[in-house]
């Protein structure tokens, strides 16, 4: 039975998170591959990319900062009715556990810059100071709390995609 439409969907987020939103959804898509390919190079070989990558991961942590201020302080629309109280319920958490993800992954990044070496082989030039990347505990936690960050992703579209098909409703009206 097709489920009735349940949401004002005139509602919008601000054109601030708006903007953080798609900025942020950009750079993810492009650093996750990124890391990925970087961890298969030699030293001599990623060093210009891992600027690109800290540069760019710097700045989705900041505008994760700056969403999550924004998050307590400016309206939001109300949360999204699916019909299903679980639904409901996963879909917040997931847009939550984002927070935590993307804030988590960026302090492990930075942890890797430092302890792996990076800092200083940047700062001297001596590549011989970057550990291998098989001693790195926090290398290994930036990976796995990447790696679930995507599957979140993935799920995230998914939600979209089963809403509009339950219920006809673009819910992406909101965030565009
Ligand atoms: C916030 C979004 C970010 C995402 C989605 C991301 C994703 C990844 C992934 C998937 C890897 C490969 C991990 C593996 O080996 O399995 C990686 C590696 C790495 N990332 Fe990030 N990262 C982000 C932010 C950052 C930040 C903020 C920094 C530091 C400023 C950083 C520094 C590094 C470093 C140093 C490596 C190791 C590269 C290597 O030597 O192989 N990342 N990242």
New binding site residues.
Partial sequence: MKRKIQNNLSQKYSRGIIAIHWITAL??LA??P???Y??S?EPSE?MGL?KI??I???V??FLTLLRSYFFFKSKRPNDLKTGSKFNDKLAVLIHNLFYFL?IG??LA??A??VL?G?VDALKSGNLDLILS?TELAS?KA??LL??I?MILLVLHVVGVMKHYLLTKENTLKRIL
Wanted: aromatic letters at 14%.
């Fill in positions: 750079l993810i650093l996750f990124l890391g990925k970087m961890s190079l990623k891992l990558h800290a760019f991961g710097a989705v942590f993307l992954i960026a990044g930075f890797v810059m792996g990076y990347n290398l930036h990976g990447a790696t960050m």
